[in-house]
């Protein structure tokens, strides 16, 4: 089962599960195919989202958790 921390990026979180974009899609990540975003870690894009990033990781897997 694989699990995330904040530092994994965005581009790896959607190649370990891509169902996982709804949620950050959810938060406003709108830009999720965007060159920059790929390489953002999760920490990156719930600071500029304004997301605590331990919930955002905690979410993630808790869904990754459930597959």
């Known amino acids: ?3 995330v921390d ?4 965005i ?7 891509a169902d996982v974009a ?3 899609l959810g938060i406003g990540m709108h830009c999720l ?3 920059s975003s ?3 870690s999760i920490e ?4 500029v989202h304004g997301i ?8 993630i897997n808790n869904f990754l958790e459930s597959r």
């Not at 904040?6 to 990026?9: A, D, E, G, P, V």
């Open 44 to 47: 990156e894009a719930a600071m």
């Open 11 to 17: 581009g790896e979180l959607l190649q370990i599960d």
């Open 33 to 35: 195919g965007c060159p």
């Open 52 to 59: 605590d990033a331990d919930m955002l990781v905690g979410e």
């Open 1 to 3: 089962m694989a699990k």
């Open 6 to 9: 904040k530092t994994t990026k």
């Open 22 to 24: 709804p949620i950050l």
């Open 38 to 40: 790929q390489m953002e």
